[in-house]
């Protein structure tokens, strides 16, 4: 079956630190993945997509590579500033309907001014 | 910029109460879904709609029921309500039509079932 793992449930990181939180797939085919971003108090947003065609994506500083070969889709940031504390998720796009999307559990990112 | 609503942001039943959770989009979106979240699953799918009229089943949809009374409309329904229910409830929609399309939410029902 289809499952996003996001082993970090929280990361606490500092202004101007390095950002990477890890995400690993599981699924047929080849699918499309996204991060999303969570805001308090507001859904979750589209930060950025990949798909098979172009391997990596990349938005407002943050970048994700999806790896077939070890079914990884980890993001990265440079450098993180306040305003980037939010929940994260890594999600699977499948099917026909690609707005069904398969969530992984999420990692709060707590960034210390 | 895309849009979806939905009513009441709140929400505090008994169990055993029926409930009945809106949605509105003005995207003109084809496709438009009810997703739960709760801390530790992320976002999970319970049904969703391709277009008025047609309702699909998703990943948890014991106990839901649900309507697509218009291209814009999405109703998600709880008629016998349980403490298990109490969820935070996230209406959203996309275009379906393209490869990688995005989906955009609304800002959430929070369902308290006691």
């Known amino acids: 079956g289809n499952s996003v793992t996001q082993m970090q449930g929280q990361v606490t990181l500092s202004e101007e630190e390095f950002l990477f939180i890890n995400c690993t797939y599981s699924?047929?085919?080849?699918?499309?993945l996204f991060w999303y971003v969570q805001y308090p108090g507001e859904g979750p947003q589209l930060l950025l997509k990949?798909?098979?065609?172009?391997n990596k994506g990349s938005s407002r500083g943050f970048e994700a590579t999806y790896d077939k070969g070890t079914t990884s889709f980890h993001l990265q940031k440079a450098s993180v500033q306040e305003s980037d504390s939010a929940v994260y998720y890594c999600?699977?796009?499948?099917?026909?309907?690609?707005?069904?999307?398969?969530f992984g559990a999420g990692t709060q990112l707590i960034v210390i001014p | 910029e895309a849009a979806v609503t939905q009513s009441p942001r709140n929400k505090v039943t008994v169990t055993g109460g029926n409930v009945t959770l809106s949605c509105r989009q003005t995207?003109?979106?084809?496709?438009m879904y009810w997703y739960r979240q709760d801390t530790g699953h992320g976002l999970r799918l319970i049904h969703y709609?391709?277009?008025?009229?047609?309702?699909q089943i998703g990943d948890v949809p014991d106990g839901y029921k649900a309507t697509r009374t218009t291209q814009e409309d999405f109703f998600l329904l709880l008629e016998l309500a349980s403490p298990s229910q109490t969820s935070l409830y996230f209406c959203?929609?996309?275009?379906?039509?393209?490869?990688?399309?995005?989906?955009?939410f609304g800002k959430g029902t929070r369902l308290t079932v006691v």
């Open positions: 990949v798909t098979t065609a172009n």
């Open positions: 995207n003109s979106h084809n496709y």
């Open positions: 709609s391709y277009g008025a009229g047609n309702l």
């Open positions: 699924t047929t085919g080849y699918p499309t």
């Open positions: 999600v699977l796009g499948r099917g026909s309907a690609l707005g069904r999307l398969h």
């Open positions: 959203a929609s996309s275009d379906g039509q393209r490869a990688n399309t995005e989906v955009f």
